[in-house]
Protein backbone atom coordinates (compact mmCIF):
# COMPACT_ATOMS: atom_id res chain seq x y z
CA UNK A 1 0.00 0.00 0.00
CA UNK A 2 1.07 3.67 -0.86
CA UNK A 3 2.76 5.97 1.87
CA UNK A 4 -0.40 7.80 3.48
CA UNK A 5 -1.57 10.46 0.29
CA UNK A 6 -2.16 14.48 1.59
CA UNK A 7 -5.90 15.14 2.22
CA UNK A 8 -7.07 18.57 2.59
CA UNK A 9 -9.51 18.19 5.16
CA UNK A 10 -11.90 21.25 6.05
CA UNK A 11 -12.98 19.50 9.66
CA UNK A 12 -16.00 20.89 11.62
CA UNK A 13 -15.71 21.10 14.49
CA UNK A 14 -18.44 19.53 17.27
CA UNK A 15 -19.31 20.95 20.14
CA UNK A 16 -20.67 18.20 23.26
CA UNK A 17 -22.04 14.64 21.77
CA UNK A 18 -22.15 13.24 18.01
CA UNK A 19 -24.71 14.88 15.43
CA UNK A 20 -28.37 13.49 15.97
CA UNK A 21 -28.88 9.95 15.65
CA UNK A 22 -24.99 8.73 15.23
CA UNK A 23 -24.46 8.08 18.59
CA UNK A 24 -24.51 4.58 19.71
CA UNK A 25 -25.36 3.57 16.59
CA UNK A 26 -25.40 0.14 15.63
CA UNK A 27 -26.58 -2.84 13.05
CA UNK A 28 -28.09 -1.51 10.25
CA UNK A 29 -31.60 -1.66 9.23
CA UNK A 30 -31.80 -2.47 5.84
CA UNK A 31 -34.59 -4.23 3.62
CA UNK A 32 -34.18 -7.88 1.83
CA UNK A 33 -32.66 -11.32 2.52
CA UNK A 34 -28.85 -12.23 3.43
CA UNK A 35 -28.07 -14.96 0.88
CA UNK A 36 -24.73 -16.84 1.89
CA UNK A 37 -22.05 -16.62 -0.46
CA UNK A 38 -19.41 -19.40 0.82
CA UNK A 39 -20.37 -22.08 1.78
CA UNK A 40 -18.09 -23.34 4.27
CA UNK A 41 -16.85 -26.29 2.68
CA UNK A 42 -14.45 -25.24 -0.58
CA UNK A 43 -13.88 -22.40 -2.93
CA UNK A 44 -16.89 -22.73 -4.92
CA UNK A 45 -17.86 -19.50 -6.71
CA UNK A 46 -14.35 -17.85 -5.77
CA UNK A 47 -11.56 -17.66 -7.78
CA UNK A 48 -7.98 -16.65 -6.43
CA UNK A 49 -4.60 -18.29 -5.93
CA UNK A 50 -4.60 -21.97 -5.04
CA UNK A 51 -1.27 -21.66 -3.13
CA UNK A 52 -2.60 -18.87 -1.17
CA UNK A 53 -6.59 -19.24 -0.33
CA UNK A 54 -7.64 -22.56 1.20
CA UNK A 55 -10.23 -23.15 3.29
CA UNK A 56 -9.88 -24.30 6.82
CA UNK A 57 -12.64 -25.19 9.62
CA UNK A 58 -15.63 -23.37 7.63
CA UNK A 59 -13.67 -20.51 7.13
CA UNK A 60 -11.61 -19.06 4.16
CA UNK A 61 -8.11 -18.51 4.85
CA UNK A 62 -5.39 -16.70 2.75
CA UNK A 63 -2.18 -17.17 3.64
CA UNK A 64 1.53 -16.23 2.86
CA UNK A 65 5.10 -17.74 3.74
CA UNK A 66 8.44 -17.31 2.87
CA UNK A 67 7.96 -19.69 0.39
CA UNK A 68 4.36 -18.86 -1.01
CA UNK A 69 4.63 -15.09 -1.29
CA UNK A 70 2.66 -12.94 -3.30
CA UNK A 71 3.10 -11.41 -6.21
CA UNK A 72 2.19 -8.15 -5.98
CA UNK A 73 -1.36 -7.95 -4.12
CA UNK A 74 -3.21 -10.62 -4.95
CA UNK A 75 -7.45 -11.38 -4.18
CA UNK A 76 -9.97 -14.07 -3.60
CA UNK A 77 -12.80 -12.72 -6.13
CA UNK A 78 -16.62 -13.53 -6.05
CA UNK A 79 -16.99 -15.13 -9.27
CA UNK A 80 -21.23 -14.44 -9.13
CA UNK A 81 -21.77 -11.35 -10.20
CA UNK A 82 -21.15 -7.81 -9.57
CA UNK A 83 -22.07 -5.70 -6.53
CA UNK A 84 -24.31 -2.04 -6.80
CA UNK A 85 -26.58 -1.09 -3.43
CA UNK A 86 -25.97 -4.02 -1.19
CA UNK A 87 -25.51 -4.94 2.75
CA UNK A 88 -22.37 -7.29 3.08
CA UNK A 89 -21.87 -9.40 6.53
CA UNK A 90 -19.02 -11.19 7.40
CA UNK A 91 -16.33 -12.32 10.18
CA UNK A 92 -12.91 -11.89 9.82
CA UNK A 93 -9.67 -12.54 12.02
CA UNK A 94 -6.26 -11.77 11.42
CA UNK A 95 -2.33 -11.84 12.80
CA UNK A 96 -0.28 -9.05 14.19
CA UNK A 97 1.53 -8.61 10.95
CA UNK A 98 -1.72 -8.91 8.96
CA UNK A 99 -2.53 -6.55 5.99
CA UNK A 100 -5.64 -7.24 4.14
CA UNK A 101 -8.78 -5.82 2.63
CA UNK A 102 -12.66 -6.42 1.95
CA UNK A 103 -13.53 -5.10 -1.73
CA UNK A 104 -16.62 -3.88 -3.43
CA UNK A 105 -18.04 -2.42 -6.07
CA UNK A 106 -14.15 -2.98 -7.76
CA UNK A 107 -12.98 -3.23 -11.30
CA UNK A 108 -10.84 -6.67 -12.29
CA UNK A 109 -7.41 -5.64 -13.60
CA UNK A 110 -6.63 -7.93 -16.51
CA UNK A 111 -3.56 -5.09 -18.58
CA UNK A 112 -0.54 -5.32 -18.10
CA UNK A 113 -0.01 -3.41 -15.17
CA UNK A 114 -1.37 -6.62 -13.25
CA UNK A 115 0.87 -8.51 -11.20
CA UNK A 116 -1.13 -11.90 -11.28
CA UNK A 117 -4.22 -12.96 -12.55
CA UNK A 118 -6.79 -11.53 -9.44
CA UNK A 119 -5.70 -8.28 -9.24
CA UNK A 120 -8.81 -5.87 -8.51
CA UNK A 121 -9.26 -1.42 -8.00
CA UNK A 122 -11.77 -0.02 -6.10
CA UNK A 123 -12.86 0.50 -2.30
CA UNK A 124 -11.56 -1.72 0.37
CA UNK A 125 -12.13 -1.95 3.87
CA UNK A 126 -9.28 -2.37 4.93
CA UNK A 127 -7.68 -5.20 7.41
CA UNK A 128 -4.86 -4.14 9.09
CA UNK A 129 -2.94 -3.81 12.50
CA UNK A 130 0.81 -2.61 12.15
CA UNK A 131 -0.67 1.38 12.34
CA UNK A 132 -2.07 4.07 14.64
CA UNK A 133 -5.72 4.71 15.07
CA UNK A 134 -7.48 6.41 13.04
CA UNK A 135 -5.29 4.22 10.58
CA UNK A 136 -6.56 0.87 11.47
CA UNK A 137 -8.80 -1.83 10.56
CA UNK A 138 -12.04 -0.59 8.84
CA UNK A 139 -11.09 2.66 7.21
CA UNK A 140 -12.05 2.97 3.36
CA UNK A 141 -9.01 2.73 0.31
CA UNK A 142 -8.94 3.37 -2.49
CA UNK A 143 -7.33 0.14 -3.88
CA UNK A 144 -5.00 0.90 -7.10
CA UNK A 145 -6.79 4.42 -7.30
CA UNK A 146 -5.63 7.96 -6.87
CA UNK A 147 -6.97 9.11 -3.58
CA UNK A 148 -5.66 6.35 -0.99
CA UNK A 149 -6.93 6.91 2.29
CA UNK A 150 -10.59 7.80 1.41
CA UNK A 151 -12.50 7.76 4.80
CA UNK A 152 -10.87 6.89 8.11
CA UNK A 153 -11.99 4.98 11.14
CA UNK A 154 -14.30 7.32 13.19
CA UNK A 155 -15.39 9.98 10.80
CA UNK A 156 -18.49 10.91 8.91
CA UNK A 157 -16.65 12.94 5.70
CA UNK A 158 -18.02 13.74 2.08
CA UNK A 159 -15.10 13.74 -0.57
CA UNK A 160 -16.78 16.47 -2.50
CA UNK A 161 -16.90 17.04 -6.60
CA UNK A 162 -13.53 20.22 -6.03
CA UNK A 163 -11.41 17.11 -4.52
CA UNK A 164 -11.92 18.17 -0.84
CA UNK A 165 -12.86 16.47 2.18
CA UNK A 166 -15.38 17.60 4.70
CA UNK A 167 -15.53 15.88 8.28
CA UNK A 168 -18.52 16.23 10.04
CA UNK A 169 -18.99 13.93 13.07
CA UNK A 170 -16.37 12.01 15.20
CA UNK A 171 -17.91 8.73 15.52
CA UNK A 172 -15.88 6.75 17.96
CA UNK A 173 -12.52 7.50 19.94
CA UNK A 174 -9.12 5.40 20.12
CA UNK A 175 -9.67 4.33 23.43
CA UNK A 176 -13.43 2.98 22.04
CA UNK A 177 -11.95 1.29 19.47
CA UNK A 178 -9.30 -0.62 21.05
CA UNK A 179 -11.52 -2.35 23.00
CA UNK A 180 -13.81 -2.62 20.07
CA UNK A 181 -11.10 -4.30 17.77
CA UNK A 182 -10.30 -7.79 18.54
CA UNK A 183 -6.58 -9.12 17.19
CA UNK A 184 -6.54 -13.04 16.63
CA UNK A 185 -10.23 -13.37 17.00
CA UNK A 186 -13.28 -13.02 14.92
CA UNK A 187 -14.36 -9.45 14.26
CA UNK A 188 -18.20 -9.10 12.53
CA UNK A 189 -18.30 -6.29 9.78
CA UNK A 190 -21.45 -5.01 8.11
CA UNK A 191 -20.77 -3.13 5.47
CA UNK A 192 -23.94 -1.18 3.49
CA UNK A 193 -23.58 1.03 0.35
CA UNK A 194 -26.29 3.11 -1.10
CA UNK A 195 -26.07 4.96 -3.70
CA UNK A 196 -23.10 7.49 -3.37
CA UNK A 197 -23.13 6.60 0.80
CA UNK A 198 -21.17 4.04 2.51
CA UNK A 199 -21.37 2.51 5.74
CA UNK A 200 -18.75 0.08 7.72
CA UNK A 201 -19.84 -1.45 11.19
CA UNK A 202 -17.65 -3.38 13.65
CA UNK A 203 -18.76 -5.57 16.13
CA UNK A 204 -22.27 -3.71 15.85
CA UNK A 205 -20.53 0.14 16.27
CA UNK A 206 -20.80 2.42 13.43
CA UNK A 207 -16.79 3.14 12.51
CA UNK A 208 -17.04 4.55 9.09
CA UNK A 209 -19.73 6.97 7.17
CA UNK A 210 -18.56 7.95 3.62
CA UNK A 211 -19.90 10.06 1.01
CA UNK A 212 -18.65 10.14 -2.10
CA UNK A 213 -19.60 13.31 -4.43
CA UNK A 214 -16.34 12.96 -6.60
CA UNK A 215 -18.42 12.75 -9.90
CA UNK A 216 -15.33 11.39 -11.99
CA UNK A 217 -14.11 8.76 -8.79
CA UNK A 218 -17.32 7.98 -6.82
CA UNK A 219 -17.74 4.02 -8.03
CA UNK A 220 -20.72 2.53 -8.26
CA UNK A 221 -20.56 -0.80 -9.26
CA UNK A 222 -18.21 -3.90 -9.45
CA UNK A 223 -16.96 -7.27 -7.96
CA UNK A 224 -16.02 -8.29 -4.21
CA UNK A 225 -13.02 -9.63 -3.71
CA UNK A 226 -10.61 -10.55 -0.67
CA UNK A 227 -6.94 -9.76 -0.15
CA UNK A 228 -4.05 -10.65 0.17
CA UNK A 229 -1.04 -8.56 0.52
CA UNK A 230 2.13 -8.66 -0.99
CA UNK A 231 5.02 -8.15 1.48
CA UNK A 232 5.98 -10.26 4.69
CA UNK A 233 4.18 -13.36 5.45
CA UNK A 234 0.97 -13.32 6.87
CA UNK A 235 -2.27 -15.02 7.50
CA UNK A 236 -6.22 -13.79 7.37
CA UNK A 237 -9.78 -15.47 7.88
CA UNK A 238 -12.99 -15.03 6.67
CA UNK A 239 -16.45 -16.84 7.49
CA UNK A 240 -20.09 -16.12 7.38
CA UNK A 241 -19.93 -14.50 4.24
CA UNK A 242 -23.58 -13.62 3.43
CA UNK A 243 -24.64 -10.60 0.84
CA UNK A 244 -28.11 -8.48 0.35
CA UNK A 245 -28.91 -7.04 -2.57
CA UNK A 246 -30.65 -3.45 -1.48
CA UNK A 247 -33.11 -1.62 -3.40
Known amino acids: MPILLRRTLFLTVLAGPLIGSLAGSVEPVTEGSLVPIFNGKDLTDWEGDSRLWSVRDGAIRGETTEQNQAQGNTFLIWNKGTVRDFELRLSFRCNATNNSGIQYRSQRITDDTATNPWVVAGYQHEIRNEHR??????????ERGSRGRLCFVGEQSTWHADGKQKISATLIEESDFQKLFQLDHWNDVVIVAQGNRIRHFMNDKL???????????????????????????????FKDIQLKTLR
Open 207 to 237: IVDFTDLEPKLALSEGVLALQLHAGAPMWVE
Open 133 to 142: FPDVAGFIYD
